[in-house]
């Protein structure tokens, strides 16, 4: 297993980073870290999803803010032609972002194709029935 700097052997995260890396699921970053504690962007997060599924090419991403070669162009690309992510109203992706846990349950559901789940409470009650993600969060946190 790859060994970095800032991911002690003993930490309880060790062996899930140790697996990820194995299977080429997640790597590090270019100066050899692979920063445990630190936010994820809305790319980074794509890249890991798009680990598990083996994306095609596609041509372009559909978003303003997604110039050709940009590390994840083709990912963003492959995942807004599945219907994983479809961006901001104004035309844009914002890949570098960190992303929401709201943003995450709704791209992580529709990669496992997961409906969003009606109903006529929130499921937290931080999360309002009028929260664009209630049906996201609620069918993620579903037992069925």
Known sequence: APFFPDVPAAAWYAPYISFVTRWGIADGYLDGTFRPEAS??????LKLLCAYFDPESVSAAPF????QGHWAA??????AEQGWVSGYPDGTFRPEQTVSRAEAVKMINRALGRADAMGTQSPFPDVPLSHWACGAIRAATSPS
């Open 64 to 67: 303003s803010d997604i110039p």
């Open 40 to 45: 994820i962007s809305r790319a980074e997060l």
């Open 74 to 79: 083709e990912i963003i690309a492959w995942a």
